[in-house]
């Protein structure tokens, strides 16, 4: 099935034309600056070069019609007409109480504007973009699916705050974590590779990027995740601060005078490698001034590695059996300094890297030593694959 994926910001849209079955892509892109002076889209035809169309995008609704004219250019588009392209996915940062993959109707909408509190960065532009898709192309198959549905198998006592139950029972504050979409296509492959039913597998799943999440998944469903209510919690990123006591807001605030939103912006896009380090936001930046001797910036590889290696050591003592670990996302898939470091001081838990394996790998690929007990794997991943399988599957049962 030929299905259009659409993942919208609050002023931007990326998209790709792809098939479920063979995970062959068409085309892809990306409208940027919507509704900011010098929108544009950014549009490659399969492995053509890309083309670059400059134009007023005062809303989401402007950059879905510019990008189906894209889409149905005579001399860079891939389609003759809209009727080529048999459903649309949508990928979703936070989708509350929706757990699975559906079809968009009001209450669908209605249920992510809630969400809105939880993702108050991603879930807006969602939302405008399948609005926007409804007004350019009225009566094509919508399918959302939710980043936060594949961790809705979290039992409560990895998900429940312990804080007052009330808030739980009433505003649904728990863990939903994030990156659901992409923990879910590694643990199907890395089943696949170890010549078993997904729910025949325990393992931790590593997502790391500039957003990174680690999860222990048990019996081929999430058991815990790092990522919380917001994808705030967890590990150390590009610039979130990832686990902290929340006293710190308490005495920061009270100390300089913050607001809520002040507060906000420091922890979710000052901090993390960008803040400790004062270098950059991205790990090969830091990993760079770390090796010239910048001693913060060693620092920041310091205290990044140990958080994902302490949520690792933590997840193998609750699933008891790992049978493999993996790792993924920008971070994940290229920076074999990153996997080693991470998995330094393992080896008695067995996980056991393959030095040679590891150096310089980053295609799919095996990387654990011949006589390591838990299997280490490299699986880039591929959230817009599954979206587009996930989508299929919700339109041929209409």
């Keep these: 099935m030929d299905i259009l994926i659409l993942n919208s910001g609050s002023s931007s849209l990326k998209y790709q034309y792809m098939n479920s079955v063979s995970g062959k892509v068409y085309g892809k892109g990306l409208i940027e600056r919507i509704g900011i002076e010098g929108s544009n889209i950014q549009h490659k035809k399969g492995d053509e070069e890309k083309v670059i169309i400059e134009r007023d995008l005062p809303s989401h609704k402007e950059a879905v019609e510019l990008l189906f004219e894209v889409l149905q250019h005579e001399d860079y588009g891939i389609i003759d007409n809209v009727d080529d392209i048999q459903a649309i996915g949508h990928r979703i940062v936070h989708g509350g109480s929706i757990i ?6 009001d209450k669908a909408l209605e249920t992510l504007e809630d969400a809105i509190r939880f993702a108050p960065l991603h879930n807006p532009g969602a939302i405008q973009g399948i609005l926007g898709v409804q007004a350019v192309v009225p009566g094509k198959p919508n399918v959302i699916c939710v980043d936060t549905g594949f961790h809705a198998s979290i039992p409560e006592e990895n998900s429940v705050y312990a804080i007052p139950y009330e808030y739980y029972e009433k505003d649904k504050i728990k863990r939903y974590g994030a990156h659901g979409t992409s923990h879910k296509y590694i643990t199907l492959q890395v089943a696949e590779k170890l010549g078993k039913k997904p729910e025949e597998v325990n393992i931790i799943t590593c997502h790391l990027g500039n957003g990174s999440s680690i999860t222990a998944v048990k019996n ?3 058991y815990d995740t790092s990522m919380g209510l917001t994808p705030l919690e967890g ?6 601060s990832g686990d902290i006591d929340p006293a710190v807001i ?6 300089y005078n913050m607001s809520y939103e002040e507060m906000d912006t420091l922890l979710n896009k000052k901090s993390g490698l960008l803040g400790l380090s004062g270098v950059s936001s991205d790990f090969r930046d830091v990993t760079i001034a770390s090796k010239e001797g910048n001693e913060r910036a060693k620092l920041t590889i310091d205290v990044f590695a140990n958080r994902a290696k302490k949520y690792i050591g933590a997840y193998m003592a609750l699933l008891g059996k790992v049978d493999a670990i993996a790792f993924a996302g920008g971070i994940g898939e290229n920076s074999d300094f990153a996997r080693k470091i991470i ?26 030593a011949d006589d390591s007990k838990v299997k280490i794997f490299i699986v880039p991943t591929n959230e817009e694959l599954m979206i587009a399988r996930e989508t299929q599957n919700i339109v041929e049962n209409l």
């Design 100 to 105: 699975q993959p559906q079809l968009v109707d």
């Design 220 to 222: 081929g469903k999430s």
């Design 235 to 240: 590990l150390v990123m590009g610039t979130r």
């Design 250 to 255: 308490f005495v920061l605030g009270k100390q």
């Design 343 to 368: 998995l330094d001081g393992l080896e008695e838990l067995g996980v056991k890297l393959d030095e040679s394996k590891n150096a310089g790998a980053r295609e799919e690929k095996e990387i654990s």
